[in-house]
């Protein structure tokens, strides 16, 4: 049900320029490097997270939100609330194909996993006349390495 945190993405600056060509985005420099900072992540960052990542090429935070609303909007990359009112995004992969992730409720930790909800419910979102439609889902649960800390502290003599 869990992904590897290694699964592939893409790495290649030629290839983030054709995958912003094949979006339908014009090439721009602030995009580049947007892309260019979520393709060397394995965790989904937060905007202000791509900006200080973007070191001296960084345009204004504005512009990273612009760029990470228009990378949603085509399917780019995947937005995530994690609960602590940051959105966070996440490069897709080559096929539009993106992760969800259950979050522990106390130590945070996330894991991804290879659950999506069921394409026939956006499809019933365009049959009512909606369109460009994303979503976000998470998981919240205590991990099993909290749950057993907490067994552990339950069961202590008092
Ligand atoms: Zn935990
Ligand atoms: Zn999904």
Redesign the pocket.
Known sequence: MTTEAGHSKQRDPQDLAQRLRHSGLRNTRPRRYVLEVLAHEEQPLSSREIHSRMGEQACDLVTVYRCLADFERVGLV?RHEFGDGNARYELNDQSGH???YVVCRICQRKEAMD???PHWLEEKLRVRGYSDIS???EFFAVCPHCRLQEERESARPQ
Do not use: A
């Open positions: 995947q993106h992760r969800h659950v999506c909800p979503h976000s889902m």
